[in-house]
T-cell receptor, first 113, second 119 residues
Framework: QKEVEQNSGPLSVPEGAIASLNCTYS??????FFWYRQYSGKSPELIMS????GDKEDGRFTAQLNKASQYVSLLIRDSQPSDSATYLC?????????????FGAGTILRVKS | GAGVSQSPSNKVTEKGKDVELRCDPI?????LYWYRQRLGQGLEFLIY????????KSGLPSDRFSAERTGESVSTLTIQRTQQEDSAVYLC?????????????????FGPGTRLLVL
């Protein structure tokens, strides 16, 4: 089992709809979870971080964390064509030497106008 | 600097040649990471530096790959005797306190990457 798993997609949603991106992770000590967005040919950029169970909202983005189920998701409300990108889930493992971010392979999102 | 910078932005080389990739992290960031991303694939962790020591080299794919870092600044990733399967984007990231539990808002910030093509 991969440490961080995401559906590769592509996930296609119409403009204005809610896009739901999911991520599961293996059983390791993790306290921090991140969503990065990566446009084609560009480097990843951080869009959301979440540390506690429940929901965290930031503008059109909502991150949801359920540690018991080892599940983290990202909801994008009112999806726009500019949201079309690959979304990478990252889980922080606290190693004996420090922190290590483990990334999923990413989900391709396509928002159709 | 304002962000993580990497050079060169693009590199084309012939199979068997050595290449050196450079990363300048954000000023003050103690932790530095190298990743590889093949076309259409996810991020593959290569190596992690805390200061100028590398406590995690587990991702280096072979002994042709090596990296070093000077203090808490520049890092270089060297690939010897390049092979075609080394073709990828090599991304560098830095963070402020790699050795401490991450606090709210702290994470890794990525450079623009070096696109390596081995012919």
């Amino acid at each position: 089992q991969k440490e961080v798993e995401q559906n590769s997609g592509p996930l296609s949603v119409p403009e204005g709809a809610i896009a739901s991106l999911n991520c599961t992770y293996s059983d390791r000590v993790s306290q921090s979870f991140f969503w990065y967005r990566q446009y084609s040919g560009k480097s990843p950029e951080l869009i959301m971080s979440i540390y506690s169970n429940g929901d965290k909202e930031d503008g059109r983005f909502t991150a949801q964390l359920n540690k018991a189920s080892q599940y983290v998701s990202l909801l994008i409300r009112d999806s726009q064509p500019s949201d079309s990108a690959t979304y990478l889930c990252a889980v922080n493992w606290e190693m004996e030497y420090g922190n290590k971010l483990v990334f999923g392979a990413g989900t391709i999102l396509r928002v159709k106008s | 600097g304002a962000g993580v910078s990497q050079s060169p932005s693009n590199k084309v080389t012939e199979k068997g040649k050595d290449v050196e990739l450079r990363c300048d992290p954000i000023s003050g960031h103690t932790a530095l990471y190298w990743y590889r991303q093949r076309l259409g694939q996810g991020l593959e962790f290569l190596i992690y530096f805390q200061g100028n020591s590398a406590p995690d080299k587990s991702g280096l794919p072979s002994d042709r790959f090596s990296a070093e870092r000077t203090g808490e600044s520049v890092s270089t990733l060297t690939i010897q005797r390049t092979q075609q399967e080394d073709s990828a984007v090599y991304l560098c990231a830095s963070s402020f306190l790699g050795a401490a539990p991450l606090t709210e808002g702290e994470t890794q910030y990525f450079g623009p990457g070096t696109r390596l093509l081995v012919l």
